[in-house]
C-alpha cells in the first residue's frame, strides 16, 4: 500500500511540473506609435513601450529611425516598470515616409526578445500657411485638413512555449519515480 502512496506522489509531482508555465511564456514588450502633424508642418512621433510582464523590463540597444531633429535627446527610457508602460515624443523631418523603432527587451530572470515598430506611408506634412495681410473686406478663412494619423505599429507577438528547465525537472522526476518504483517492486518480491 506505501508503494502505491509513493507512486501517486510522484506522479502528481511530475505532472504538476510538466504543467506550470516556462518562464518565457508572458514576456512581452509592445511598442505602438504615432506620428501626426501640427498646425505648423512640423511631424512629431510618440511611442509607446508596454511592458507585459510582473518585472522589471531593461530596454537596450534602442535604435531610432530617422533620429530625431536637434540635439535634443526624447527622454529614452533604460527601465519600464512591471506590467507599466513608457511613452516617449520627438520630433522628426515633416516629410519622411517611415518611422521606425528597434530595442532588445530584457528580463531580471534572463529572458530577452528584439522588439520592433514602424509607422508608413506618411503624407508630408502642409505647408504652414502664410500670415494674411489686412484686407479692406473681412473674408472668412478656412482651415487646412489635417491628414489622418497613421494606424498605430503592430504589436509582437508574445513567445509562448514550456521552458527547459520545466521540461528537464519533469524528466528527472518521472526517471526517479521509475526508479524507486522498481526497487520497491523489487523488495516486495525478495521479500515474498
Not at 515616409?97 to 529572458?111: G, H, L, M, Q, V
Amino acid at each position: 500500500m506505501r508503494w502505491k502512496n509513493t507512486l501517486v506522489v510522484l506522479a502528481t509531482v511530475a505532472c504538476t511540473t510538466l504543467l506550470i508555465p516556462g518562464q518565457a511564456d508572458a514576456h512581452t514588450s509592445v511598442v505602438s506609435g504615432s506620428a501626426p502633424c501640427d498646425q505648423s508642418g512640423k511631424r512629431t512621433v510618440t511611442w509607446t513601450i508596454k511592458n507585459n510582464w510582473h518585472s522589471e523590463e531593461t530596454v537596450k540597444n534602442l535604435s531610432l529611425s530617422p533620429q530625431p531633429l536637434g540635439d535634443a535627446s526624447p527622454g529614452l527610457p533604460t527601465t519600464i516598470t512591471k506590467n507599466g508602460s513608457y511613452t516617449f515624443s520627438y520630433e522628426v523631418p515633416a516629410d519622411v515616409k517611415k518611422i521606425t523603432i528597434s530595442f532588445t527587451a530584457k528580463w531580471p530572470d534572463r529572458y530577452q526578445e528584439d522588439v520592433k515598430g514602424s509607422i508608413g506611408d506618411l503624407p508630408a506634412c502642409p505647408s504652414p500657411s502664410p500670415s494674411a495681410s489686412p484686407s479692406p473686406s473681412p473674408v472668412p478663412s478656412s482651415a487646412s485638413p489635417v491628414p489622418p494619423s497613421p494606424t498605430p505599429s503592430k504589436p509582437t507577438l508574445p513567445t509562448t512555449g514550456v521552458a527547459l528547465p520545466a521540461l528537464l525537472i519533469g524528466a528527472l522526476v518521472l526517471i526517479g519515480g521509475g526508479v524507486l518504483f522498481a526497487v520497491i517492486g523489487r523488495r516486495r518480491r525478495l521479500e515474498a
